[in-house]
Protein backbone atom coordinates (compact mmCIF):
# COMPACT_ATOMS: atom_id res chain seq x y z
CA UNK A 1 0.00 0.00 0.00
CA UNK A 2 1.32 3.64 -0.69
CA UNK A 3 2.17 6.20 1.47
CA UNK A 4 0.16 9.17 -0.54
CA UNK A 5 -1.84 9.53 -3.44
CA UNK A 6 -1.96 11.73 -6.54
CA UNK A 7 -4.81 14.14 -7.08
CA UNK A 8 -4.62 16.51 -10.08
CA UNK A 9 -5.95 19.87 -9.75
CA UNK A 10 -6.44 22.51 -12.17
CA UNK A 11 -5.94 26.04 -11.64
CA UNK A 12 -4.70 29.29 -13.16
CA UNK A 13 -0.92 30.24 -12.86
CA UNK A 14 -1.16 33.44 -11.24
CA UNK A 15 -3.32 31.50 -8.12
CA UNK A 16 -0.52 29.03 -8.23
CA UNK A 17 2.12 31.14 -8.20
CA UNK A 18 0.63 33.62 -5.51
CA UNK A 19 -0.79 30.26 -3.02
CA UNK A 20 2.88 28.96 -3.69
CA UNK A 21 4.70 32.50 -2.53
CA UNK A 22 1.71 32.33 0.48
CA UNK A 23 2.27 29.01 1.50
CA UNK A 24 6.15 29.58 1.25
CA UNK A 25 6.19 32.01 3.61
CA UNK A 26 4.75 29.15 6.17
CA UNK A 27 7.40 27.07 5.42
CA UNK A 28 5.33 24.63 3.69
CA UNK A 29 4.37 23.64 -0.23
CA UNK A 30 0.53 23.84 -1.89
CA UNK A 31 0.81 20.14 -1.36
CA UNK A 32 1.28 20.71 2.73
CA UNK A 33 -1.78 23.08 2.46
CA UNK A 34 -3.66 21.01 0.79
CA UNK A 35 -3.55 18.03 2.88
CA UNK A 36 -4.70 20.33 5.94
CA UNK A 37 -7.37 21.87 4.02
CA UNK A 38 -8.44 17.78 3.73
CA UNK A 39 -7.76 17.08 6.90
CA UNK A 40 -9.74 20.05 8.32
CA UNK A 41 -12.50 19.43 6.37
CA UNK A 42 -12.63 15.49 7.95
CA UNK A 43 -12.66 16.83 10.94
CA UNK A 44 -15.27 19.43 10.76
CA UNK A 45 -17.54 17.35 8.22
CA UNK A 46 -17.24 19.89 5.84
CA UNK A 47 -15.96 22.69 4.16
CA UNK A 48 -13.60 24.32 7.06
CA UNK A 49 -14.89 28.08 6.45
CA UNK A 50 -18.29 29.60 5.88
CA UNK A 51 -19.46 29.80 2.03
CA UNK A 52 -22.07 32.57 1.68
CA UNK A 53 -22.58 35.85 -0.20
CA UNK A 54 -20.75 38.55 1.08
CA UNK A 55 -22.71 41.22 2.99
CA UNK A 56 -22.64 44.87 1.91
CA UNK A 57 -24.03 47.95 3.32
CA UNK A 58 -27.56 49.42 1.61
CA UNK A 59 -25.82 51.53 -0.74
CA UNK A 60 -23.58 48.69 -1.93
CA UNK A 61 -26.49 46.28 -2.34
CA UNK A 62 -28.65 49.04 -4.02
CA UNK A 63 -25.55 49.31 -6.63
CA UNK A 64 -25.34 45.94 -7.48
CA UNK A 65 -29.07 46.00 -8.21
CA UNK A 66 -29.01 48.79 -10.48
CA UNK A 67 -26.12 47.17 -12.03
CA UNK A 68 -27.80 44.00 -12.82
CA UNK A 69 -30.75 46.07 -13.99
CA UNK A 70 -28.53 47.92 -16.39
CA UNK A 71 -27.04 44.58 -17.67
CA UNK A 72 -30.27 42.87 -18.14
CA UNK A 73 -31.30 46.13 -20.11
CA UNK A 74 -34.46 46.04 -17.64
CA UNK A 75 -32.77 49.95 -16.38
CA UNK A 76 -32.20 52.13 -19.13
CA UNK A 77 -29.72 54.87 -18.94
CA UNK A 78 -28.64 57.78 -20.85
CA UNK A 79 -25.41 56.97 -23.56
CA UNK A 80 -23.30 59.67 -25.01
CA UNK A 81 -21.94 59.44 -27.94
CA UNK A 82 -18.73 61.68 -27.22
CA UNK A 83 -16.94 62.61 -24.45
CA UNK A 84 -18.04 66.14 -24.76
CA UNK A 85 -21.41 65.38 -24.97
CA UNK A 86 -21.22 63.35 -21.42
CA UNK A 87 -19.35 66.33 -20.00
CA UNK A 88 -21.80 69.21 -21.46
CA UNK A 89 -24.98 66.73 -19.77
CA UNK A 90 -22.51 66.52 -15.86
CA UNK A 91 -22.58 70.73 -16.31
CA UNK A 92 -25.84 70.65 -17.12
CA UNK A 93 -27.04 68.34 -13.92
CA UNK A 94 -24.41 70.14 -11.50
CA UNK A 95 -26.72 73.44 -12.51
CA UNK A 96 -29.71 71.98 -12.13
CA UNK A 97 -28.41 71.73 -8.76
Known amino acids: MTK ?8 DP ?3 TRAEALFSDFGI ?3 DAITMFLRKS ?9 VAYPKYNAETEAAIMEARQIAKGTLHTKTFH ?10 T ?4 L
Open 4 to 11: TANLHVRI
Open 14 to 16: ATK
Open 29 to 31: TVS
Open 42 to 50: IMVGGLPFD
Open 82 to 91: DLNAFYTDLE
Open 93 to 96: EEDE
